[in-house]
């Protein structure tokens, strides 16, 4: 018998009923909840006189339409206002754990999961929200689902869906200095396009994701769904453990030990077959920019805009025109032509600590370009931003002219306040870069945090490596 | 859930790939704690020539005569015949519901995204895929024929054009909800018994993934 892949073994542990026609019913270790996906699903609830099965499996925080500014005043938008307070009424009348918007532990749903030690090795986790692919990170089998999934996970702890298949990406050698995880990832899904993971679960493997830190596995694993996959994973090492230990959800004692021998199991078995394996070389991935409205549109950050009279496929000449009127370039144009209105630093894919200091280093004792019209940085959680103000980087953002925000969504998809003007362009180091996305009519471009720190300088897009050195 | 058997209806095209989520519906309209209303926002971005907010009045706001659904030879239509990977981006079930809301009952595409595939079938929307030559060549029929309809068998698992009949796959389980308009969540509880079993064995194996975030 061959051995098992990580996912696998995650499935075959969650199975509480298998019917022969390959649906089964999963159960539910962890659900994550936040304002947006939630009313409906807690209305339906409601009207079916049902209870939800383990409240205490759910975390819920509002963190999509939240101010990111002073927050004494509440929400002004009354629409926006509402949802978070129909949260409010939830967390309260089902007595759920609820960090709400004046919490300390606020933050981005998948930023605090993992902070505070509740995405564990070995879970299911779910949320109403796509991105959840993140706690993958932690060898957890996490995916984002419907409204519909979180009313039927919260009746019945359970997820009734069908095994996928399996994708290994492996990046082998050591990315260079000044290469990060959302480098490693805009390559990787430039190489298999948006559609390229779709109905599979991705495990990254290989030299260079096993030097990643937890930040940037989760960075990795975020963007999954950008290339097609529900769910992306990072088999179990000392990283990991050492990452969990003392986080407040985390066990502690015996239990913990019990748990790390539990979660030492949790990797691809050597002799498992995977359904397809993506090689990528490490030591060949260059800091990207994606320049057009998916973010399969991707080049290096010496590249050039690209021209869709090259593309063979015609549907795909096609987007690549759409793009390129949308974005306002042409073929051809450098790169580190494309001048810049905003810098966002943020979002479930980059607001952590380690994203903080990369940028932070880059933009340390410098001034943003006179050209631009706001740099932005807005922590994912209350806690990164504690710690970032402990460690001095407020500071050092501040001194440069970037606004030093509260935590939340915010520019990511732009349900609060902070959104692009039409036409304005912006180097951002969320996750998709869809039309509209950031506000109707802005144009935005995905970069890591240290690209978007070394874009705000220069007021256009420059290679972080020569602007260090 | 609604029940979807058999469905004869108008079809409107739309001809781009990898049309996202948040082309079907736009982030400002999702703050809504509803699950209807959302038709008249369907493609907002596209649809309007201004930008659109919720609870705005739709009716005065100028429409993009060049975006297909504004086309009157496709008004009133029911399939929508799409390109690939449709629905991709976010989980917001908000784009199917603004899909049903304005009136389509199913999407013909050569792929679907996988929350997208997944959370049409919670409100009867039947996502149909063929292959992709076979819907280039539905593009250029409905082109080429104003008044163009098809007709959707579920049971039988067919799509009859004016000239053919197209046979198309789809998952047995969701076949059987989706004809019958089952509620999953019901169809769940009748295991209640094999989910409290299964959660008795595990909290003995990996009690700490119980270890309560909240008391019970
Ligand atoms: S930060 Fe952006 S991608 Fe992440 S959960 Fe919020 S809106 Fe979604």
């Known amino acids: 018998m061959t051995g098992k892949t990580l996912y696998e073994k995650l499935w075959d542990a969650h199975i509480v009923r298998a019917d022969a026609d390959g649906t089964a019913l999963i159960y539910i270790d962890r659900h994550l909840v936040h304002e947006v996906t939630s009313p409906q699903a807690f209305e339906g609830l409601k009207l079916a006189g049902r209870q939800p099965w383990r409240t205490s499996s759910i975390i819920a925080v509002a963190d999509h339409n939240v101010p990111t500014t002073d927050r004494s005043q509440g929400i002004a938008d009354p629409v926006s206002r509402l949802q978070v307070a129909t949260l409010d009424a939830n967390a309260r009348d089902y007595n759920l754990t609820y960090f709400n918007m004046n919490d300390r532990r606020q933050g981005i749903v998948h930023v605090i999961g993992p902070e505070q030690g509740a995405t564990l090795p070995g879970m299911t986790v779910v949320c109403g929200d796509s991105h959840t692919s993140t706690h993958g990170a932690f060898a957890t089998l996490a995916m984002g689902i419907g409204t519909s999934e979180v009313e039927h996970v919260l009746a019945t702890q359970c997820l009734l869906t069908r095994q996928m298949k399996t994708l290994q990406v492996r990046v082998e050698g050591q990315v260079g200095p000044g290469v990060t995880a959302k480098d490693i990832m805009l390559a990787i899904i430039g190489e298999i396009g948006t559609a390229g993971g779709t109905g599979y679960a991705i495990e990254f493997a290989g030299e260079a994701i096993r030097a990643l830190s937890m930040e940037g596995r989760m960075t990795l694993c975020n963007m999954s769904i950008e290339a097609g996959a529900r769910c992306g994973m990072v088999a179990v090492d000392d990283t990991t453990i050492e990452y969990l230990r003392g986080r407040p959800y985390a066990p502690q004692g015996e239990l913990w030990d019990c748990a790390v021998d539990a979660w030492r199991e949790l990797v691809s078995d050597a002799d498992a077959v995977f359904d397809k394996v993506v090689v990528l070389d490490g030591t060949a991935i260059q800091p990207q920019v994606s320049w057009g409205t998916s973010p399969e549109m991707v080049v290096p950050v010496g590249g050039r805009v690209p021209d869709p009279n090259e593309e063979a496929d015609p549907v795909k000449a096609e987007g690549m025109q759409r793009a390129l009127q949308y974005m306002d370039l042409a073929p051809g144009v450098p790169i580190s032509a494309i001048t810049l209105d905003r810098i966002f630093i943020g979002s479930c894919t980059n607001s952590r600590i380690e994203d903080l200091r990369a940028a932070a280093a880059v933009i340390r004792g410098r001034k943003i370009a006179p050209t631009l019209k706001q740099a932005m940085v807005v922590p994912g959680s209350g806690l990164v931003k504690a710690q970032a103000e402990a460690e001095g980087l407020d500071q050092v953002f501040i001194a440069a002219g970037f606004e030093w925000r509260e935590p939340g969504c915010s520019m990511c998809l732009a349900m609060n306040a902070d959104r692009l003007q039409p036409g304005e362009r912006c180097a951002s180091t969320s996750n998709r870069n869809f039309e509209g996305r950031q506000g109707s009519g802005g144009r935005k471009h995905l970069v890591s945090p240290a690209m978007a720190a070394a874009a705000a300088i220069a007021g256009h897009f420059v290679d972080v490596r020569e602007l260090s050195s | 859930m609604k029940a979807f058997t058999q469905h004869t209806g108008l079809v409107v095209p739309l001809d781009r790939a990898n049309v996202d989520t948040d082309a079907i519906i736009p982030k400002q309209f999702l703050k809504s704690i509803k699950r209807t209303g959302f038709g008249v926002n369907l493609f907002d971005d596209w649809r309007y020539l201004d930008k659109g907010e919720p609870d705005g009045n739709n009716a005065q706001r100028p429409l993009n005569p060049d975006f297909v659904l504004n086309q009157p030879r496709y008004a009133g239509a029911s399939i929508l015949l799409a390109r690939k990977n449709f629905g991709c981006g976010s989980s917001r079930e908000h784009a199917v519901w603004a899909l049903d809301d304005y009136g389509i009952r199913a999407v013909i595409a050569p792929s679907f995204a996988d929350i997208f595939h997944n959370n049409s079938f919670k409100s009867g929307l039947l996502p149909v895929e063929l292959d992709e030559a076979v819907v280039e060549r539905l593009f250029r029929e409905v082109e080429a024929q104003p008044g163009y309809q098809l007709s959707i068998d579920l049971a039988e698992q067919t799509i009859t054009t004016p000239s053919e009949t197209l046979h198309f796959a789809v998952d047995s389980f969701r076949k059987h909800c989706l004809l019958n308009g089952l ?34």
């Not at chain 2, 989910?195 to 119980?210: C, K, N, S, T, V």
């Open chain 2, 183 to 216: 509620d999953d969540i019901g169809l769940t509880l009748q295991h209640a018994d094999e989910i409290r079993a299964y959660e008795q064995h595990r909290y003995q194996q990996a009690p700490w993934l119980f270890a309560g975030v909240a008391a019970e």
